[in-house]
């Protein structure tokens, strides 16, 4: 009965032995310690270097930031992933450029706005020209909708089918008992409100506007 417990025990003392040499944290180990942060700080000088010149895609940056991280996975003895035997993914990429113009005409006028220096404008759609033409404006304030704060700066305001003009951020409303100070109760005072960001105007403005039709 003791040789069996014996035997029982050092089976055990086994099976943990190989378990423990098993544990991914000590498999991981020595890929672990080769990461340090001068090692990692080297790497980035180098692909941040003017020589890379930013790394936009289908420039000469990207071919050589491709063939710097390519030949680093084969230092390390890392294998291709790809059927190809590459260590990148074909990935079809479209390109935009922009030549956008923009104009104002009121009572008859027409003043035209300067690109970058007056407003920017850009679109994602992939065709060779989009017009809107003979869109009325309408200024919406910060084109905020919050009835917690009692705010909404589209009452009684026609948009639809209109172009919308804004403000960006939240209002600043001044403290009443120190107009020095924006009211915390208002727009939670200097903090950046959901209200404030253009994820938020553009969202809520296409449900007050149907879409403007376009010409393409």
């Known amino acids: 009965m003791k040789t069996a417990r014996c035997f029982a025990a050092i089976l055990i003392v086994t099976a943990m032995s190989i378990f423990a040499a098993d544990k991914p944290e000590e498999k991981l180990k020595p890929a672990l310690d080769a990461i340090t942060p001068d090692g990692l700080l080297a790497h980035i000088k180098i692909l941040a270097s003017d020589e890379f010149e930013g790394r936009a895609p289908g420039t000469k940056g990207e071919e050589l930031s491709i063939k710097y991280i390519s030949d680093q996975f084969k230092a390390i003895g890392l294998k291709p992933g790809n059927p190809d035997g590459s260590y990148t993914q074909e990935v079809p990429l479209t390109g935009i450029k922009s030549d956008p113009k923009m104009s104002f005409t009121i009572g008859g006028n027409t003043a035209e706005l300067k690109y970058l220096d007056d407003y920017v404008a850009s679109s994602a759609r992939l065709q060779n020209e989009i017009k809107i033409d003979n869109s009325d404006v309408v200024f919406v304030g910060y084109g905020i909708v919050a009835p917690e704060y009692g705010w909404d700066d589209y009452k009684d305001v026609d948009v639809r089918g209109k172009t919308i003009l804004m403000l960006i951020n939240d209002p600043p409303i001044p ?42």
């Open 175 to 216: 403290d009443p008992k120190d107009p020095s100070k924006l009211d915390e109760k208002m727009f939670k005072g200097k903090a950046m409100t959901y209200y404030g960001r253009w994820t938020y105007k553009y969202e809520f403005t296409k449900r007050k506007r149907p879409p403007i039709r376009t010409q393409s």
